[in-house]
């Protein structure tokens, strides 16, 4: 099944990197596309990139061009990583990397996938040319941007983001509306898009006002070549008249929109469902109830980002005025991975394919909504922020993933986790500790560990004269704050619990 894999690199290691477009280290090296390798570190895929490379360091002996000509010249020790990944990545790995792509094929209500990857309905998926250039790079499909009979006008600016330290885009705001685009124009984006690529996936994201549009858009979003429909229940930007997010919050609109829908097509429903609610389960039974195949969810969460301490105006600003808009990227996955779980574990649900999405980035985030009961994943923000790519690392990922649990399905590890999540803490073992352990050969002194302990745990970390962190087991309670607070990764859990009555003086 696979041995237990310590991670050797970390964005960190390249946090200079700026993930170029036709990055100049590629163009100068004759070897490989270190730019591809770089992407794959920031992407938690090492171990498939690894596989790739060649027995030998094809940095040896090289004078890496690649760093002269990185638009941040010397500040990202490519030579350094790739070696790194030949010798201490590479030598470790069980398998070799897998030969074709058939572990990841599944399906969405019975319609057959590639992958799991789709685009989610959103700006990334809202021309012929987008969708075309993501199937070309090997996504599954797409769910086009909402396809309504409105008069959308949008606003500008429309973005504003929570970023790192590095300037990485943590958390995305948006005031963006539906399709701008008439429902005609849309159709035949369908038809050429499926003439042109008939084995990819359409879901048509759609929104009415009544039950007759609702009816009549499904009706022709089959007739011009959608697969399935996604009806819009949670868009946050859409809530005026009723509408959107208004309409996921209260089940029996659910219910008489899903059919509505149902009524005007024969291919799967999906109903894509609202976060902004206590729970997700009373609106998922409804759409069931409406005839629905499926849920997708999370949608955006309704938030505010900053207000400017000068204008008093939240961001983004449109002439000095803000309003609530939908919270996004890696920041929301807990939330959507809680959502995912409760309808996962939802017995009156069982049978319905899960569409999630909320926070994806990496092949691992996607991993961890599967093994909680999603049968597809959809993307946007993190396209957003990396562009269509990223599906190389996501694929390469998972793939390399199943080749080395043994499984010659993504379907294998659906709902794996269920099990394993309580609702509350109730269930939970409470009489052992399982304390922190030091990694003296990567501990740098800094004291980090110790600082948090003390300010923000139970005083259980001293330094020593010689910068060396200490834990007393008679105050450790195993809350693991310094696991999480060190920044070489030199804090980690140990290898067996200790009961609570045989406390240790030391450790």
Not at 39 to 54: Q, T
């Amino acid at each position: 099944m696979g041995s237990i894999f310590k991670r050797k690199l970390f964005r960190q290691d390249m946090i200079r990197c700026v993930l170029c477009k036709d990055a100049p280290c590629t163009q100068a090296c004759t070897e490989m596309d270190p730019a591809a390798l770089l992407r794959s570190i920031w992407f938690d895929n090492e171990l498939s990139a690894a596989a790739e490379l060649p027995a030998l360091n094809p940095c040896s002996g090289c004078p890496a061009p690649c760093e002269d000509a990185c638009v941040r010249a010397h500040e990202v020790p490519i030579r350094k990583l790739v070696t790194r990944l030949c010798d201490e990545v590479k030598t470790e790995l069980d398998v070799p990397a897998p030969t074709d792509e058939s572990r990841l094929r599944t399906d969405l209500c019975g319609i057959p996938l590639e992958n799991p990857f789709l685009l989610s309905s959103s700006v990334v998926a809202s021309t012929y040319d987008m969708c075309a250039r993501a199937f070309e790079a090997g996504w599954a499909g797409a769910s086009f941007k909402t396809i309504c009979q409105f008069d959308i006008h949008e606003a500008s600016p429309r973005f504003s983001a929570i970023t790192g330290d590095n300037g990485s885009i943590i958390g995305l705001k948006n005031i963006e509306q539906l399709s701008d685009h008439s429902v005609e124009e849309n159709m035949e984006i369908f038809r050429r898009l499926k003439e042109k690529y008939p084995t990819k996936f359409i879901l048509a994201s759609m929104m009415g006002q009544n039950e007759e549009e609702w009816e009549s858009l499904a009706g022709k979003c089959e007739e011009n070549g959608a697969d399935a429909v996604e009806l819009n229940f949670s868009c946050p930007n859409m809530a005026d008249g009723g509408l959107g997010s208004d309409i996921g919050q209260v089940p029996e609109l659910v219910e008489r929109f899903t059919a509505a829908a149902r009524r005007g097509t024969k291919i799967p429903v999906l109903a894509k469902l609202t976060p902004n609610t206590g729970n997700m389960s009373e609106a998922a039974q409804a759409a069931l109830r409406g005839g629905a195949d499926g849920i997708s969810a999370i949608n955006t969460i309704k938030s505010i980002i900053g207000v400017n301490r000068h204008s008093y105006v939240s961001s983004p600003a449109v002439h000095g005025m803000s309003a609530l808009g939908g919270y996004s990227g890696n920041a929301v996955k807990p939330i959507a991975l809680r959502f995912i779980t409760e309808l996962g574990q939802n017995p009156v649900l069982a049978g319905m394919h899960l569409s999630a999405m909320g926070g994806v980035e990496t092949w691992a985030d996607a991993l961890e909504f599967i093994l909680l009961g999603a049968g597809s994943i959809q993307v946007t923000t993190a396209v957003m922020q990396y562009g269509y790519r990223i599906i190389d690392d996501l694929k390469s990922g998972l793939n390399y993933y199943l080749a080395e649990k043994g499984c010659r399905s993504v379907k294998e590890l659906k709902g794996l986790a269920l099990e394993n999540v309580s609702a509350t803490t109730d269930v939970l073992e409470r009489d052992t500790f399982l304390f922190p352990r030091f990694l003296r050969n990567d501990c740098i002194g800094c004291g980090r560990c110790a600082i948090s302990c003390a300010d923000g745990g139970h005083q259980a970390i001293r330094m020593t004269p010689e910068r060396k962190p200490v834990l007393d087991g008679k105050k450790c309670v195993g809350c693991h704050l310094c696991v999480l607070v060190c920044p070489m990764q030199a804090v980690v859990p140990a290898r067996k619990r200790i009961r609570k009555r045989e406390h240790r003086t030391g450790i």
